[in-house]
């Protein structure tokens, strides 16, 4: 039954006018953004309850922390994580401008030797030669992003 009133209300949305594009963009965009935007609040207060819930148990004496052995243990993990990450910190940069540089020559190399490749390419995706033009993806996509927008503001 639910899947049957899913297909009246959205059914095919390119066959619908352009304010019904936005209207559903929009609300289907609210509806992701305020979801995501709850969750995360969830997550945040099951993880920071917790750890209230854990120091409050250690102030009352139902658990056992053994601070000292606990830092130590940390600052062990931090040196063992930070000592690779400084020493090759210059290498790791240079690496990865090395491989940014050859990337963007390759990109540039691509779009100008295919200029024409990438021209019917992009009127193919956009669906007309004679240049760009709107489609009805286009119009609730926009109609989306706003509601996801508006959907994290809400929330």
Not at 17 to 38: E, N, P, R
Not at 53 to 70: C, D, F, T, Y
Request: proline share 2%.
């Amino acid at each position: 039954m639910g899947s049957v009133i899913f297909d009246k209300v959205l059914g095919d949305i390119s066959r619908r006018s352009a304010y019904s594009q936005i209207l559903i963009g929009v609300a289907s965009g609210w509806a992701t953004g305020f979801t995501t935007m709850k969750i995360g609040k969830i997550a945040a207060f099951v993880i920071g309850g917790s750890i209230i819930l854990v120091e409050i148990a250690h102030q009352e004496g139902l658990i056992q922390v053994n601070w000292p052995k606990l830092m130590k243990k940390m600052d062990i993990i931090t040196k063992q994580i930070q000592s690779p990450v400084v020493e090759n910190h210059a290498t790791l940069i240079k690496k990865t401008e090395t491989y940014i540089d050859g990337k963007l020559d390759k990109a540039d190399s691509f779009v100008q030797n295919s200029n024409k490749t990438f021209k019917k390419w992009y009127t193919k995706m956009i669906g007309d030669d004679n240049g760009p033009r709107i489609t009805s993806l286009h119009i609730f996509l926009c109609g989306f992003i706003g509601g996801v927008a508006l959907g994290i503001a809400t929330s």
